[in-house]
């Protein structure tokens, strides 16, 4: 969906070159320098104003973002006045004329229920006002009428009335992206919050039991389980922040390995190497912690002798390549990949197909997981993870539930 909206965006600018270049006709000539014909400055002139007003849309549509990209949309057009409303009322008003202000809020009625462009002249006594028309274009979010862009001029006109229907559709395609960006977040809490709920309860019970075990026998013991516990189930459950950094997230496996040797003892060898550099790198949270527990749970399924999992972080340029691998049951891959596409539910706990969901969700469908594996083979299972994405970023380290 993304694609088709960027596809879109590409597809609209050339319009909004040529309304740019007939409405600014009037405005005073500037050096063209090297960038050949009229059309072709005009066409570079609104792909740079374009750029400036993008950032902000990606927001959403708030007095805020209204405010901050109005000045610029009004620049595109090269009109002496431009508005921009929500469905109930005139978020802000850029330019001359601002005395007219209650006069469009009342003729938003027709094009919001409509979803149709209206031109009208305007009522005004004062004999120096520049603008005398107004042009009303829809802003439309999934066929749903969010607003309307407004724009003033001395006359009418058809180029301006061209012109802002098509800035009109641009804006409406970064508010449609702006609503994916906001879906894509809300889905992502969704399922943290669902993460959480799946922590095994097993694992909950087992570890207080081992807990309880030692209270008699190594009472000191029982107290280092008990921080461990607390510090594990703290940070599974903190309250800010959709990601964190690669130590946090060591950290959080090493208190969950901890009390995981404390029930199965010598059965488990874990072995670490973490390169110091990657550390600081932000990634989705609780992340890695499932795939140290899936390692955990089929590397001693079925097992007698010591199961042995191997966890390396290792610096691979503009990437942090991180693995994780056991010498368990393993699994068929066929099965594997039905999991992975949401056909089969996991056996318990949280599943691979969420954490690899949430890494294309965020870096995109390069960034899955990779997983190697097959009955009675063990599973090797890579995740990469870019050092700098534009939207990840830690919220800081964890201090308190």
């Known amino acids: 969906m993304s694609?088709?909206?960027?596809?879109?965006?590409?597809?609209?600018?050339?319009?909004?070159a040529a309304g740019f270049w007939l409405g600014r006709r009037t405005a005073r000539p500037?050096?063209?320098?090297?960038?050949g014909t009229p059309v072709e400055h005009a066409t570079f002139q609104t792909l740079h104003t374009a750029s400036l007003a993008a950032?902000?849309?990606?927001?959403?549509?708030?007095?805020?973002?209204?405010?901050?990209?109005?000045?610029?949309?009004?620049?595109?057009?090269?009109?002496?006045?431009?508005?921009?409303?929500?469905?109930k009322d005139v978020l802000v008003w850029d330019g001359v004329g601002g005395h007219h202000r209650a006069e469009v809020?009342?003729?938003?009625?027709?094009?919001?229920e409509t979803g149709r462009g209206e031109a009208f002249r305007l009522d005004c006594d004062a004999p120096d006002c520049p603008v005398r028309w107004a042009v009303v274009a829809p802003l439309t979010v999934d066929d749903r009428v969010h607003g309307a862009l407004v724009a003033c001029a001395p006359r009418e006109s058809a180029v301006l009335v061209r012109a802002a229907g098509e800035v009109a559709r641009w804006v409406s395609v970064q508010l449609e992206l702006a609503d994916l960006d906001q879906s894509r977040t809300r889905l992502i809490e969704a399922e943290i919050k669902a993460l959480r709920a799946q922590i095994s309860p097993h694992f909950i019970f087992n570890s207080l039991a081992v807990i309880a075990s030692f209270v008699r026998t190594d009472p000191e013991r029982a107290r280092e389980l008990l921080l461990e516990f607390a510090d594990f189930t703290r940070y599974s459950f903190r309250r800010h922040g959709d990601f964190t950094t690669l130590a946090d997230e060591l950290h959080a496996i090493d208190h969950y390995l901890a009390l995981v040797r404390a029930r199965f003892g010598d059965r488990l060898s874990v072995t670490l190497q973490i390169a110091p550099e990657v550390l600081?790198?932000?990634?989705p949270f609780l992340c890695l912690q499932p795939l140290v527990e899936n390692a955990v749970k089929h590397g001693l399924e079925g097992k007698a002798d010591t199961c042995r999992i191997?966890?390396?972080?290792?610096?691979?340029?503009?990437?942090?390549?991180?693995?994780?691998?056991?010498?368990?049951?393993?699994?068929?891959?066929?099965?594997?990949?039905?999991?992975l596409a949401g056909e089969v539910s996991p056996s318990g706990g949280i599943g691979l197909s969420n954490v690899d969901d949430r890494l294309r969700q965020v870096y995109g469908?390069?960034?899955?997981?990779?997983?190697?594996?097959?009955?009675?083979?063990?599973?090797?299972?890579?995740?990469?993870?870019?050092?700098?994405?534009?939207?990840?970023?830690?919220?800081?380290?964890?201090?308190?539930?």
């Open 365 to 401: 469908d390069d960034y899955g997981l990779v997983i190697e594996t097959a009955v009675g083979a063990g599973m090797k299972i890579t995740a990469r993870l870019p050092k700098y994405q534009p939207g990840v970023h830690s919220a800081g380290r964890l201090t308190e539930v």
């Open 55 to 87: 950032p902000p849309l990606r927001e959403g549509l708030t007095e805020e973002t209204a405010r901050r990209s109005a000045r610029t949309l009004r620049s595109l057009l090269g009109t002496d006045a431009l508005c921009l409303t929500d469905d």
């Open 280 to 283: 600081p790198v932000a990634l």
């Open 105 to 112: 809020r009342e003729r938003l009625a027709g094009p919001l």
């Open 310 to 339: 191997q966890i390396t972080a290792q610096d691979a340029g503009a990437e942090a390549l991180v693995v994780i691998e056991d010498d368990g049951a393993g699994m068929d891959p066929g099965l594997l990949r039905r999991i």
């Open 30 to 35: 500037e050096s063209q320098g090297d960038l």
């Open 3 to 16: 694609g088709f909206l960027a596809g879109l965006c590409v597809a609209i600018l050339p319009l909004l």
